[in-house]
């Protein structure tokens, strides 16, 4: 409110005629006007009683006081603070009102003492406080969850209201704000309420702990996945598993999704990716040991033992042996493969052998190969006539064994050889004559008779 003050004089001329001088009167008038804030006028004072001092009520309702109380006088232009404080414990001050409205957000504040202060003083006032022994909680809840009862709840000194709060699948509960409290699953509980305060639920998204492990040795998780990992929610991770040599990814199990199996060697490497996640998990590898195929090969005029059934499935780094036979009027030759000792043979002794394989590291053949023995010379023969006098013809028939591929028939006579199988010889002389046959076969030459 604003004043204006205005000096009025009035000047009065009184003429006589029969007086030689004249007399001058005078007096001061003073006008206080007061305007709003936006210039309207509020009031006008004129006169010489304008108020020098003013009036100021203070009333306190019950359980507190107000300092100064009743009626205050101050001078006109002058500031007064009054202080409102509660007396009774658990109580505070609810609201101070100047002339009816309500100051309390203009109030300054020392501990639970609310002041306010009137200045420049042209008016009577009134101020009232009043006090209450309840308080505002204000819950809140952010995104992902809710809190319920959501809105301001008015509650009494040292009382410990509660609050539910529901976090969306797959999100957890953290509660703030000014109440302090525990948090008992879904149940918030606050501390002792003993000023207005507030509760406010914030909801993270659930993380879990996705470890991975070996289960029987013989591979590695590869360093590019270390365990464990932390995930969040609903979300997915995998594990690189690798085996050793000689040794292949079996299975890969666990997190929340169908198991890997396999039985292929040549997986030695395998990553495994989880389901979405849900609690804290374990991913579980197992290797097993390579196995391979052991084939046993007979060539022809031999055959594999029945002992020795091929193939064979043989653990990595393992051995395994086969017995092969040659058939009659055969031989060994050569055993070979899957990293054995190759064995080469010559006698026609040599029947049977058993063979054995090297440290299996893949599939593999073992060959053997026969070769027919040399032959036993031997013939028969006949003569026509049987006997007489020269010539003499003879009939030679070749029956080595085993059978030959090629002959030198040498008749004793002097004649030339013959390479026939079965030859016919004339013997022009008379006499007594050796025969003798050579024979040969892919064994060789033939072994005397």
């Not at 109380?69 to 009054?82: C, E, H, I, L, R």
């Not at 003993?194 to 590869?222: E, H, K, M, R």
């Not at 004339?426 to 030459?445: K, Q």
């Amino acid at each position: 409110m604003k004043r204006t003050s205005m000096s009025k004089i009035l000047f009065l001329f009184m003429i006589a005629a029969s007086l030689p001088t004249f007399s001058t009167f005078s007096f001061a008038d003073t006008a206080n006007i007061y305007y709003d804030d936006v210039n309207r006028v509020v009031r006008e004072e004129y006169g010489q009683n304008i108020p020098t001092t003013f009036t100021i009520a203070a009333m306190a309702g019950a359980n507190g006081t107000i300092s100064p109380a009743g009626t205050t006088t101050v001078n006109k232009g002058a500031s007064q603070t009054f202080s409102a404080s509660p007396t009774t414990p658990g109580y505070h001050v609810a609201d101070v009102l100047a002339d009816g409205v309500s100051v309390l957000s203009r109030c300054t504040w020392v501990g639970s003492t609310a002041s306010y202060t009137f200045t420049n003083i042209t008016t009577d006032h009134e101020i009232s406080a009043t006090f209450t022994n309840t308080y505002k909680v204000t819950p809140s809840a952010g995104d992902y969850g809710g809190i319920n009862p959501n809105t301001v709840q008015t509650v009494a000194y040292n009382s410990t209201p509660s609050f539910t709060v529901s976090p969306n699948t797959g999100y957890h509960a953290a509660i703030g704000g000014t109440c302090g409290g525990t948090l008992t699953g879904n149940t918030y509980t606050t501390n002792p309420i003993t000023a207005d305060c507030t509760v406010a639920a914030t909801f993270d998204i659930n993380q879990y702990s996705v470890s991975a492990g070996i289960s029987g040795g013989n591979g590695t998780l590869d360093v590019t996945t270390p365990s464990p990992q932390t995930v969040n929610y609903n979300s997915t991770t995998y594990f690189k598993f690798n085996a050793n040599t000689g040794y292949h990814v079996s299975n890969v199990n666990g997190c929340f999704r169908v198991d890997y199996n396999n039985s292929d060697n040549g997986v030695s490497s395998y990553t495994y990716t989880t389901g979405p996640i849900t609690a804290n998990c374990m991913v579980t590898a197992i290797f097993a040991k390579n196995r391979y195929h052991v084939t046993a090969s007979a060539g022809p005029n031999g055959s594999l033992d029945a002992s020795t059934p091929s193939p064979k499935t043989i653990d990595y780094n393992e051995t395994t042996s086969f017995t092969f036979n040659a058939n009659t009027n055969y031989h060994i030759a050569t055993v070979d493969g899957c990293g054995g000792t190759p064995y080469n043979n010559t006698s026609p002794a040599v029947t049977n052998y058993s063979y054995s394989t090297g440290l299996v590291t893949a599939d593999c053949v073992v060959t053997a190969t026969f070769v027919i023995n040399p032959p036993v010379a031997s013939f028969t023969f006949v003569t026509a006539p049987a006997s007489g006098k020269a010539p003499l013809r003879a009939e030679f028939t070749d029956t080595s064994t085993p059978p030959a591929s090629q002959w030198d028939w040498d008749f004793g006579d002097g004649s030339p050889h013959s390479h026939q199988q079965n030859p016919v010889h004339i013997y022009e002389s008379s006499g007594t004559f050796t025969v003798t046959l050579a024979a040969t076969n892919d064994g060789g030459p033939s072994v005397p008779s």
